[in-house]
């Protein structure tokens, strides 16, 4: 080998690519050589053109904006044919195999034996212990032949610990003999909060990403019956493997039967494309990578129920999880992510405050939770959801993302991306009616308030005849103070009080479905 040849196969690290020990795990020994992996590896942009953003994501109305069409989006924004020649020849020197490519979603698809994997990253594997199960995974960082230093932005497979959980919460056992507690239905909580009247959300698509889980078509058809509506149009896509597997886990099918039920029930008309991936960071990803690029289902808003703090990802799956967000964006695609049940301090003990990601990314809407009171002399008032230091709304200030410029009039409130951006009913004690493996449950969570967000936004898609898309510019923007959504001035979460305007516990507040369509439509 010549020194040039040998300088170019020089390893450089893949920036991003730090991961740590997961607490509570047990190291028990190395992955078995012999293992056969599948990886994705992500490549970056062959050309970046900021207009097409610009064009889509601002103050302008919806029908103002000029959104790319998906094939626009791949030509514009995907790989280039050389820098996946580049990832196939670097496959074929350690041996693995090219299972797929897309050039629209930057992502090459490998195969190999864990030696192979390990020897090509310069990663060592271990098999890991923890309390919830076994897992594959690894420390410290990844690297790459200096030929991909600029081609790879991540790869993803490698370590598949569970990353993310549902954010839903079940309202615990009633005791004594005190009086019931209210629940609603999602059609009750959608005449509270005015979503407009006449409209189910037909010619649009709900997608809805789960890891885990499955949906019976016996319990939608009950649900959808006492309803007194059609149960919505249901397709299961599988990604990296996974399907739609009721019965395996409890947990799972309850955030896979909430999504859907609440989001077909405010939006009947609706189809509903729910993906469904392995709970890792690379299932994750390639979860809302097809479901954005997807120009078969088409899905005009994508709700994600499922999330973790910021610290338990690596900044590669960050980075690139909100780049697909950033295109879905430029593609009028609004994306709707749960911003945790655990307060402000997303579950983590370590002092400190916390987010939950993908709702700290910045081009997602962070959804909060709220408590409804219900006074006499007030049919709909609200306070920041918090039922104890266990179970309260997420929302706080991100570790990762900058304030991006939507928040620029924010200034006194930190130089990070601040959640939620908007609430809605999420308190378990008097939350949502839902049917699961044949049980009637009630649940909260703001794994609740993102499906029915989605509905909502489904139901204006279908009056405007375009969509909405990145709605964040003009909550901040335009539609500031005008009435859209219903501020929520008290309660906190544990660290983040409910204050006139926009805040930490509850954003800009609850929907005011019927006046956002009015304002959205200029």
Not at 58 to 84: F, K, T, W
Not at 146 to 165: H, Q, S
Not at 321 to 343: H, K, P, R, Y
Not at 478 to 495: C, E, F, I, K, W
Request: proline share 6%; glycine share 12%; charged share 15%.
């Amino acid at each position: 080998m010549s020194s040039s040849q040998s300088q170019l196969s020089q390893p450089r690290i893949l920036p991003g690519s730090q991961q740590f020990a997961m607490p509570g795990a047990r190291a028990i020994g190395p992955v078995d050589a012999a293992l056969l992996l599948e990886i994705t590896v992500r490549l970056r942009a062959a050309a970046s053109d900021a207009a097409d953003e610009a064009a889509a994501t601002g103050e302008q109305l919806p029908r103002q904006r000029s959104y790319l069409s998906r094939s626009q989006c791949a030509a514009a924004h995907g790989a280039s044919e050389a820098d996946v020649a580049r990832v196939r020849a670097f496959a074929a020197r350690y041996g693995m195999h090219v299972l797929s490519i897309s050039i629209a979603e930057r992502r090459v698809v490998l195969s190999g034996t864990a030696q192979q994997m390990a020897l090509a990253f310069g990663v060592q594997l271990q098999q890991y212990q923890s309390a919830d199960g076994s897992f594959r995974g690894r420390t410290g960082e990844l690297s790459v032949p200096a030929e991909l230093a600029d081609v790879v932005e991540g790869v993803f497979g490698l370590d598949d610990r569970p990353i993310a959980a549902p954010r839903f919460r079940q309202r615990a056992a009633q005791t004594g003999g005190g009086a019931l507690v209210t629940a609603y239905t999602p059609l009750e909580l959608a005449q509270l909060y005015q979503f407009p009247a006449g409209l189910d959300g037909s010619g649009q698509c709900i997608a809805l990403i789960e890891l885990g889980g499955g949906s019976r078509a016996a319990d939608l058809r009950a649900y959808f019956k006492v309803l007194g509506l059609k149960p919505p149009q249901v397709r299961s896509i599988a990604i990296d493997h996974a399907a739609n597997r009721p019965g395996h886990d409890a947990s799972a099918d309850t955030e896979v039967m909430l999504d859907i039920e609440i989001a077909g029930a405010v939006a009947p008309g609706a189809r509903i494309a729910v993906y469904f991936a392995p709970n890792n960071e690379r299932g994750f990803l390639d979860a809302v990578t097809a479901a954005v690029h997807d120009d078969v289902n088409r899905p005009s808003v994508i709700s994600i129920s499922w999330g973790a703090p910021e610290s338990a990802w690596t900044e590669q799956a960050m980075s690139a999880i909100e780049q697909v967000f950033s295109l879905a964006a430029s593609m009028g695609v609004t994306i709707l992510c749960a911003a945790g049940d655990n307060g402000a301090t997303d579950g983590v003990s370590d002092g400190q405050l916390h987010v939950d990601f993908p709702a700290s990314a910045p081009h997602a809407l962070a959804c909060g939770g709220t408590r409804i009171v219900v006074y006499p002399d007030c049919p709909l008032c609200e306070v920041v959801w918090n039922g104890g230091p266990a179970m309260a709304t997420g929302g706080g200030f991100s570790a990762y993302f900058s304030r991006p410029g939507y928040q620029a009039q924010l200034m006194e409130q930190g130089l990070y991306r601040g959640v939620p951006d908007v609430t809605g009913h999420a308190d378990p004690a008097s939350g949502y009616c839902i049917r699961v493996n044949g049980q009637e449950q009630i649940v909260g969570g703001t794994s609740a308030v993102a499906p029915l967000w989605a509905g909502l936004l489904a139901r204006i898609n279908q009056q405007l005849g375009y969509p909405v898309g990145f709605l964040q510019p003009l909550l901040y923007g335009a539609l500031r103070g005008h009435g859209g959504t219903r501020d929520v001035v008290q309660g906190s979460n544990g660290a983040m009080e409910g204050v006139p305007g926009w805040d930490a516990g509850s954003g800009w507040g609850s929907p005011v479905g019927s006046r956002l369509l009015q304002l959205l439509s200029g």
